[in-house]
């Protein structure tokens, strides 16, 4: 069977905004080499070029978070161009999370999943997951959150959506969202269709800091495609059955669940 860029173990059914971490083991990778031209590359240099890339809190000092990737580089014996920015040297985006303040003094992204990270910046945990549906569970674990984050250890999740774009970088002011393809035919629906997933990490910056490096890894991959995966189309169909309706405004899914659920329907094994 063809393999996807989504575990099916990862798409929980019913399905509920938590946070879904889970505790890296010593050695397991976090930083993922960017090929050069790559669509992922193409579209990251030209963020980059514009010089909308990177927000920083006046007088906060990046260094020791660009050190901690360095580290990261080396401990994975990764080959990269080392006079390459972090933009274009890594598939990843980054952020700094400051478990003194809870708050991102810094980010470096480029490929943002309908969010500006501009808006995300000197910004608290409760105020940046201010917008996310259904999120009381989250919210209320906030705190303990930041503290796991920064607290020296290492740490995964996933989140993943069904998107009508192939593009990775999903502005919100530089990229209006696609229209969904013409829900009447469902097989034609799926096939102008993208899984979307974000792997997201932490790793300490250490130093002497209560920073962690969170990286945001986009992976895209045709629906069609993905769904061929054992077990994928069953789990994708019964998480998205489950959705609220406040989920699937807040994902821009409304007008996709229907078309999505017949299709996913024909495709369960």
Excluded: N
């Amino acid at each position: 069977m063809p393999t996807t860029v989504l575990d099916p173990q990862l798409v929980a059914s019913p399905f509920r905004m938590q946070p879904g971490l889970r505790k890296l083991a010593a050695g397991e990778p976090q930083l993922t080499a960017l090929r050069p031209g790559s669509a992922l590359h193409e579209e990251k240099r030209r963020v980059f070029e514009a010089g909308a890339s990177r927000h920083a809190m006046p007088g906060f000092d990046p260094g020791p978070a660009l050190e901690a990737i360095a580290r990261q580089v080396s401990e994975q014996g990764l080959r990269i161009d080392p006079a390459a920015p972090p933009e274009l040297a890594f598939e990843e985006d980054f952020a700094v999370l400051d478990g003194v303040t809870g708050t991102l003094p810094w980010l470096c992204v480029c490929v943002p999943s309908h969010w500006a990270p501009e808006d995300k910046l000197g910004l608290d945990f409760s105020a940046v997951h201010a917008p996310v549906a259904d999120a009381a569970t989250l919210l209320a674990a906030g705190s303990h959150l930041v503290q796991l984050a920064t607290g020296g250890e290492r740490w995964e999740r996933h989140v993943w959506t069904i998107s009508p774009s192939p593009r990775h970088d999903q502005h919100p002011r530089r990229q209006p969202r696609a229209p969904w393809p013409d829900a009447a035919d469902a097989a034609a629906f799926a096939a102008g269709c993208w899984l979307r997933v974000e792997r997201q990490t932490f790793f300490p910056v250490g130093r002497g800091t209560r920073q962690a490096v969170f990286t945001i890894r986009v992976m895209l991959q045709p629906l069609v495609e993905a769904a061929r995966t054992l077990g994928l189309a069953p789990r994708l169909r019964e998480s998205l059955a489950s959705m609220t309706d406040a989920v699937l405004a807040y994902k821009g899914l409304t007008p996709a669940r229907a078309p999505l659920l017949r299709w996913l329907d024909s495709r369960a094994v």
